[in-house]
């Protein structure tokens, strides 16, 4: 083995871990034929086969996967280790990736962005839209966004964009055609848009008020993957939607939707940063950190 065996090495992690060359090369901004050539050469080198291929599938070998187990810790600690030599010299660098709702994307995250890019031009960030509660570590994320209340006890969280509130919406020619709702238990008799999570749950419309929460009684023509979704069809008449209040504050303003049960949906605190609880954290992730604790209100 020689020294630029290690960015082979790499190459072969990036492709195990993607269970793809096109998605692995995109990652490491490599051509996939040029990667194919890399782990070739690296296989020649060893005397040994590290991927299965197929033209539907790619999965590494016996070899391969025991060679990845040490391997990935190792090309971690690497990347720690330029992470803090790029500390030192005082310009993050690299790649910051985040893991969020969709919700969060746009509501939070949008607007510290362009702010983070302009201060560390050596950064690129990768943010992936995601409303299921990912494995942030297995799948390679540095970080995720998600409730407090979401979160496992090994994680460091850190509250991002203030508190958030729910609101209740329905278009003007709904409630004229159904009536509108004046307490939670009117909702028995309407249409209520609902929202599924990619894990399968329905999203549950938390109403509260003085320590009370009712039981509700919900149901609709239309479920949905997305509040951007649920919101459309709130403007189209179809029914009451159940978003952030943020996400339809332009609506509401205009009149395209009218807010119900105001009284029974208080703020609550919102989203969290959250990554592991590690001795070092990556340039790119303290940077960033240090933004969104600026922000905070």
């Known amino acids: 083995m020689v020294r630029a065996d290690l960015s082979d090495l790499a190459a072969f992690a990036a492709v195990a871990h993607h269970r793809s060359f096109r998605r692995a090369a995109a990652a490491l901004g490599l051509s996939p034929s040029a990667l194919s050539h890399a782990l070739r050469g690296l296989e020649e080198r060893m005397g040994v086969r590290l991927l299965n291929r197929t033209t539907r599938s790619l999965a590494p070998t016996e070899a391969g996967a025991a060679l990845l187990a040490r391997l990935g810790p190792a090309l ?10 790029s500390a030192s010299a005082g310009r993050p660098a690299g790649t910051l990736r985040l893991n969020a709702p969709h919700s969060a994307c746009r509501l939070v995250l949008r607007p510290l962005l362009a702010r ?18 990912s494995d942030i570590v297995g799948e390679g994320f540095d970080a995720g966004v998600r409730f407090g209340e979401c979160l496992a006890l090994d994680m460091v969280a850190v509250p991002l964009g203030g508190p958030q509130r729910f609101a209740v ?6 409630l004229a055609a159904r009536g509108t709702p004046r307490e939670p238990e009117d909702l028995a008799g309407h249409a209520c848009l609902r929202q599924r999570f990619p894990g399968g ?18 149901d609709g023509p239309l479920i949905l993957g997305s509040q951007d979704l649920i919101r459309l069809a709130a403007l189209d008449g179809i029914g009451n939607g159940f978003v952030f209040e943020a996400e339809v504050a332009a609506d509401l303003a205009a ?10 949906c208080p ?13 070092q954290v990556p340039a790119p992730l303290r940077a ?3 933004l969104v604790r600026r922000a905070e209100p």
């Open 169 to 174: 919406v329905a278009a003007p020619a709904y």
């Open 76 to 85: 971690d600690e690497i990347a720690q280790a330029v992470a803090a030599a």
């Open 267 to 279: 703020p609550f605190p919102g989203f969290h940063l959250y990554y592991p609880g590690r001795r």
């Open 116 to 133: 983070f890019l302009a201060a560390h031009p050596d950064v690129r960030v990768e943010m992936a839209s995601d409303d299921a509660l």
């Open 201 to 218: 749950g329905l999203f549950a419309w938390e109403l509260e008020r003085d320590g009370v929460v009712p039981v509700l009684d919900l």
């Open 288 to 290: 960033f950190l240090d």
């Open 255 to 264: 009149g395209r939707l009218v807010q119900l049960l105001e009284a029974w």
